[in-house]
T-cell receptor, first 112, second 114 residues
Framework: EDKVVQSPLSLVVHEGDTVTLNCSYE??????LLWYKQEKKAPTFLFML????IEKKSGRLSSILDKKELFSILNITATQTGDSAVYLC????????????FGKGTLLTVNP | DSGVTQTPKHLITATGQRVTLRCSPR?????VYWYQQSLDQGLQFLIQ???????AKGNILERFSAQQFPDLHSELNLSSLELGDSALYFC?????????????FGPGTRLTVL
């Protein structure tokens, strides 16, 4: 059975801190890994990663994938209170049955 | 506003009943995805349709079914409802068929089964 595990489950930091969120996976037929941010409502797409070692960056957020060790990290630098959210990692698997498997998420709270 | 609309916003029903959730994708998007989010299970992918055809299937129960119509809107039918089906149901849409295409999520339908 495909498995995606995120750590930590929750994290509390102060504004300006840098955080690293982890996502490890055990799946068959890996195609890509996706990161989403979910505030009080629906998730919004952050990144898609398919190749090892290539960093994706958007403002203060960046992410990288290690396909040998089967994990990805999401870094947020100079955190702001608006970064408070649940961050979800999902893995897209192919083969005879395409599907998307999500981790349980990391709840990030950024205090002023 | 993502451009994806879902109706109804809230639904309260009883065990054993059947409900239909509706989703209209963003203009131009051919893929529609359905997700279930509950406190204990987290976000779970249910099913994807691309241009009217089922493309991917996740953890969708046999009591649940979905379809995508020629105008590309989609419906998720949930039958023989159980207490454990209470959850937030999201619909998302994207231009292409691959999960890696940016998906735009609707506001969700909150289903409460009493």
């Amino acid at each position: 059975e495909d498995k995606v595990v995120q750590s930590p489950l929750s994290l509390v930091v102060h504004e300006g801190d840098t955080v690293t969120l982890n996502c490890s996976y055990e799946v068959t037929n890996f195609r890509s890994l996706l990161w989403y941010k979910q505030e009080k409502k629906a998730p919004t797409f952050l990144f898609m990663l398919t190749s090892s070692g290539i960093e994706k960056k958007s403002g203060r957020l960046s992410s990288i994938l290690d396909k040998k060790e089967l994990f990805s990290i999401l870094n947020i630098t100079a955190t702001q209170t608006g970064d408070s959210a649940v961050y979800l990692c999902a893995v897209d698997t192919g083969g005879s049955n395409y599907k998307l498997t999500f981790g349980k998420g990391t709840l990030l709270t950024v205090n002023p | 506003d993502s451009g994806v609309t879902q109706t109804p916003k809230h639904l309260i029903t009883a065990t054993g009943q059947r409900v239909t959730l509706r989703c209209s994708p963003r203009s131009g998007d051919l893929s529609v995805y359905w997700y279930q989010q509950s406190l204990d299970q987290g976000l779970q992918f249910l099913i994807q349709y691309y241009n009217g055809e089922e493309r991917a299937k996740g953890n969708i129960l046999e009591r649940f079914s979905a379809q995508q119509f020629p105008d590309l809107h989609s419906e998720l039918n949930l039958s023989s409802l159980e207490l454990g089906d209470s959850a937030l149901y999201f619909c998302a849409s994207s231009v292409g068929r691959e999960f890696g295409n940016e998906q735009f999520f609707g506001p969700g339908t909150r289903l409460t089964v009493l």
